[in-house]
């Protein structure tokens, strides 16, 4: 896909917003009609408030027009405002299940969020909760539901509510493998890696985390997961990118090479890295390893550019200044889906082999469980 100038303007914004430094200015100024596009892919992509950001690193001359501007600051100030709700929540959760003897563990979200420079500019989405064992996870259920509150049944055997305003899901796996032959050597994984969990303040309150590696490898196998099935987008990449800033210095680069050859995902991570550098602009200075020569990620950064967030919206970037309208679940998305998943085995074979039948079987299994 050949980007043509706001696009390419949005991506010089978006890069100066995620890492903090001088865009250039090659590309400005920008129409009225291209200020809207750009701030339409930005909400396609939920990167509003990091590409604000970039603006907000241009000369005043270069700024977009009053009107667009104004739309600009009152969705990021929404954004802020949900973060800080999110926050609240998280707290009230998590002192709740500590008040029952329930151990948990934050995963993504507001985690990953703490890894940008602004926090409260990343677009929040779930509360993802991890329980260490199946009872911890059980009665984590058993608690939400004698409050009087609905849990739906998940794929993967996740459970998931509405908890104030915000999606909370459960979760008993933390690492999005489906391999079953993997699963000694991830529960070896998640015994050694126990002792250097992390610790998030948020309204003064300290919530367990993953250890470095583990969140490193949680974000990067979610990301394939979803392009492997329903899509991701700019955001969950920009994600990855700052997870890679904020631990590079406390990860061991053999010991996190070893852990993704031992998930099968080698090569897909290096096509990651392949993209993160040569599209979001990253440091290679944050790479565990160094990018492979032979990785061609422009076909990946397509298909990005046409799903938009986790996939739902359709359709290549074009001129149009229309908003977003939701992709509808033709027998064209369907075969597109198809091709897409086809182009990843070679990158994670075994993942894409295991994702349908663990998805299958269980929703089956949740016929019979409660």
Known sequence: MELYAPYQ????????????REPDCDGFPLSSDEWKQVYMWACKQTVEGIVYDGIMRLP?????PKDVLLNWVVKVDSIEKRNLR????ISELYNLFALHQIAVRLVKGQGVAACYDNPSHRVCGDIDWYFTDKKQFNSANKLIRERGISIEKQAKFSRSYVWKGFVVEHHSRLLDIDNPFCIPYMRRLLQSESASSMQLNLNNQQIA??????????VNAHILKHLLTSGVGIRQLCDSARVYKAYHQQIEPDALKKMYRKLGILRWIQLLNSLLVNHLG??????????????QPGRMMND?????????YGGPASKSTDAPQMQKKTWLHWIERLIRYIRYVHYAPAEACWNPVIVVYSHCKNWFVS
């Open 9 to 20: 303007s949005f991506f010089t914004l978006l890069r100066a917003g995620l890492w903090n």
């Open 60 to 64: 005043d001359r270069l700024f977009p």
């Open 86 to 89: 999110m926050n609240k929540v």
């Open 209 to 218: 985390l993953p250890s470095p590696l583990l969140t490193h490898s949680s």
């Open 282 to 295: 990253m440091p290679e200075d944050y790479l565990p390893f160094p990018v492979a020569s032979n990785q």
């Open 304 to 312: 990005v550019l046409q799903g938009g967030n986790f996939g739902l």
